[in-house]
């Protein structure tokens, strides 16, 4: 959640944060502000809403200076609004602050600092820091102040601080949210997160638990903290900077949706070596004498890399026969689960950030289980803290709602399954080589499902204004339903649910009534016969139905009022082709309905607090 950016050098900060901020609107566009030092002190502008209107307020009252913090804004604390804005002013304007994350003692430290005289004007957490510094400040040391406020924090925190005694400062720190140090020359920035920084340098420190950045435009130091320097080694980004771009797109979804056969084919043949008949983990210890000791998997995620976990334990289950327990980390982490070292858990997370999932990883350390990430971001959190690490290399996703990382999480998965099965003795050659067959023509399906995209526009024309729609299915059909609908749900704000197919008569079906869209997936051809029977349930209840499913299946055409179809590929496969018909249906729906499908209302990228 929320967006930092800070900029120290010679240059005007002004523009460079506001270019920054563009890039990390997809962490939080609930409001945005920057605060530049100059000769006046601390200046600054902040705005409810799109960083649109902080650039129109900047364009009628521009403020100049080669230092200074900007933040773009998802609401915890306090309703979005001018006030609630970031950057957050101490007492006599000595201090700004921005932060991201949630101060869980906030209430205690603003109690103690009105009964000192402190007066407060924001519903945030955050002002509490700002005037916490000023409290712990001595008029002489930058640094040990934030230390001594550090110290009095509970909760997550990435913060950007300035303070008008130290003109050529900015410190920052870290604790359960992200934050990186972009290098440059003569000139250094802080982040929440790689884009923002792309266009200006490659060369960044990735802050750790409890570190403390001091950067000046020609250093930046790091210290633990308890005020030792740390060493810290440079991580080069060798992503495109048009991997941050929308390349003639017209909105990054959309974009993203298209980059999908690049990303499998990279990670399927990378792992997939052509002449043998193995998973190629990269140095991942999962050998036969690892999963020996092994009598349950845990699968831990949130949101859509939730729906991939639920796909993986489908499959570890039905093809390694492992147990496997798919969890949402944010009740996981609650339920004190039953883990010890013969657990493997499995955590699924696009920003290796997600909060509630590396809770749930620190919980599982703690219980000498064994962890394996499968991550997006290198160096991410949840990647450092892990024992193993499966990065899917999908790439920077700005769209809010996950189009390509999810497809790149199911094959890890595919992966993972081919892997223990193989390991295990689960599987045979045979087997293995039809599901490796059908990964390695993937790449190809994903594209013929794409060139279908203006008959799935059609489809979407025909239905954008329902106000309720069920996704249905079964077995791995289902689990796909859930990320379609909640596809839905993030970019269209249409009423969607994913029901098991069976259970409709179980109470759902009373739902159904005349123009009710029904989206029926129906890939598995063991379970094709008893999906279609629910399919004529709804239609003898006049639902409209939106039929998925696979070359040749004349059946389904007679049944649904539209079929689009997805080329004949090994049923494990089948799913991720039919996610991707659900994924551009909802884009279309969305487009119909004039939606922001980037940036969609209420929702937030990266979720960095719990």
Aim: charged fraction near 25%; glycine fraction near 6%.
């Amino acid at each position: 959640m929320c967006g930092i950016m800070g900029y120290i050098g010679h240059g005007e900060a002004s523009g460079c944060i506001t270019d920054g901020l563009s890039k990390l609107e997809y962490r939080g566009y609930d409001s945005a502000g920057i605060a530049v030092i100059n000769k006046r002190g601390i200046e600054v502008r902040k705005s409810k809403g799109e960083l649109k209107n902080l650039l129109e307020k900047l364009d009628r009252r521009p403020v100049t200076g080669s230092i200074g913090i900007g933040h773009t804004r998802w609401s915890t604390h306090g309703a979005p609004s001018d006030i609630n804005s970031h950057p957050h002013l101490s007492k006599d304007k000595t201090f700004a602050v921005v932060h991201n994350g949630i101060i869980e003692n906030y209430l205690e430290i603003k109690a103690l600092l009105t009964e000192k005289g402190y007066r407060f004007i924001s519903d945030t957490d955050t002002e509490c820091i700002a005037h916490l510094l000023h409290y712990n400040y001595d008029g002489e040391n930058f640094f040990e102040t934030v230390r001594k406020t550090l110290d009095m924090l509970e909760g997550a925190y990435a913060l950007g601080i300035i303070c008008k005694d130290f003109p050529d400062t900015i410190i920052a720190a870290k604790k359960d949210s992200p934050l990186i140090i972009g290098l440059g020359k003569d000139e250094n920035y802080i982040a929440s997160d790689i884009p923002a920084i792309l266009e200006r340098t490659r060369d960044v420190y990735i802050l750790d638990e409890y570190e403390l950045a001091v950067v000046k435009a020609d250093s930046v130091e790091i210290y633990d903290i308890n005020g030792d320097p740390v060493n810290k080694n440079v991580f080069k980004v060798e992503w495109s900077l048009d991997a941050a771009e929308k390349g003639g797109f017209e909105h990054f979804m959309l974009k993203e949706i298209y980059e999908q056969p690049r990303i499998v084919k990279d990670l399927a043949l990378s792992k997939l070596p052509p002449a043998e008949h193995r998973v190629n983990l990269e140095g991942i210890s999962l050998d036969k004498s690892d999963l020996e000791k092994i009598n349950r998997i845990y699968v831990v995620a949130c949101g859509t890399a939730y729906h991939a976990g639920l796909l993986g334990k489908y499959f570890i289950e039905k093809i390694a026969r492992i147990p496997v327990v798919a969890e949402v980390a944010s009740e996981f982490i609650y339920k004190d689960p039953i883990l010890d070292e013969s657990t493997l858990v499995i955590a699924v997370s696009q920003s290796g950030e997600t909060a509630d999932t590396k809770e749930a990883v620190k919980i599982a350390k703690s219980h000498n289980a064994k962890v394996l990430a499968v991550v997006n971001a290198i160096g991410s959190s949840i990647a450092r803290e892990a024992n193993e690490v499966f990065y899917i290399l999908a790439g920077p996703e700005i769209a809010v709602a996950s189009t390509k990382a999810f497809s790149a999480q199911v094959t890890a998965m595919y992966l993972i399954t081919c892997h223990i099965a193989m390991q295990m003795g689960k599987m045979s050659v045979l087997e293995f080589e039809e599901i490796k067959a059908s990964l390695y023509t993937l790449p190809d399906d994903i594209e013929d499902v794409l060139e279908k995209a203006e008959e799935i526009r059609a489809v979407a024309d025909k239905y954008y204004k329902a106000k309720n729609v069920f996704f249905i299915g079964r077995g791995a059909d289902y689990l796909v339903s859930m990320e379609g609908s909640l596809k839905l749900k993030e970019i269209a704000y249409i009423n969607s649910e994913a029901y098991a197919a069976g259970e409709l008569k179980h109470g759902p079906i009373a739902m159904i009534e005349e123009e009710t869209l029904v989206v029926a997936i129906a890939t598995q051809q063991e379970l094709f016969r008893n999906t279609l029977s629910n399919i004529k349930e709804v239609k003898a209840r006049s639902a409209k139905v939106f039929g998925i499913a696979v070359d040749g299946n004349k059946d389904m055409a007679q049944e649904c009022d539209d079929v689009v179809y997805i080329p004949v590929t090994h049923p494990m496969v089948s799913p991720l082709l039919a996610n991707i018909v659900s994924q551009i249906f909802a884009y279309y729906m969305a487009y119909n309905l004039g939606t922001n499908i980037d940036k969609p209302r209420n929702l937030a990228k990266s979720v960095t607090v719990q």
